[in-house]
């Protein structure tokens, strides 16, 4: 079995039995959305600014990500390119906005870590919630796997 495969099959199969599904997959994104934000707005050294004015830990962790999906598929990595951009620019059009960035974003990931404990409460949800935040970006992976397998696309 392939990493790719492996991991795809670990998220799989951690999110067979989910006490409140809905609530659970709207909270999903919004821990994504969440945790990029705070972390785009912790403060970053003066050689990251040198490099770029758009390179900042969250950006860096988009990046980082990129490179993993690359790393266990280049066809999902392909597919996640999107996703990440998207991402990133939400980010970036957010901290430009009027309103504190940093704020929604802990907003986001508080209201998603709600969504994953509801999701999940019952025997042993503690556990689970803190291993969705080790998957957390294997998540939309899986998404698009699925969509990959529905339209027979290579992964």
């Known amino acids: ?6 991991w795809l099959q670990r998220y799989e199969d951690t999110h067979q039995n989910l006490r409140n599904p809905v609530v659970y997959w709207a909270a999903v994104p919004m821990i994504v959305v ?43 990595a392909i597919g996640m390119l999107p996703f990440l951009l998207g991402l990133a620019s939400l980010h970036q059009w957010l901290a430009a906005a009027p309103w504190p ?10 209201a998603g870590t709600a969504g994953l404990v509801l999701g999940r409460f ?3 949800w503690f556990k689970a ?21 529905r339209f027979r696309i290579p992964f």
């Open 34 to 76: 969440g945790t990029v934000g705070v972390l785009w707005d912790l403060p970053v050294p003066p050689e990251f600014i040198e490099i770029s004015p758009l390179l900042n830990w969250g950006s860096a962790f988009l990046m980082a990500t990129a490179i993993y999906y690359f790393i266990i598929s280049l066809a999902l």
């Open 101 to 110: 960035h940093s704020g929604l974003s802990i907003s986001f990931l508080l």
């Open 1 to 6: 079995m392939s990493d790719v495969d492996s």
């Open 129 to 149: 919630v803190i291993e969705d935040f080790q998957l957390m970006m294997i998540g939309p992976a899986w998404l698009l796997s699925v969509i990959y397998r």
């Open 122 to 124: 019952g025997k042993g």
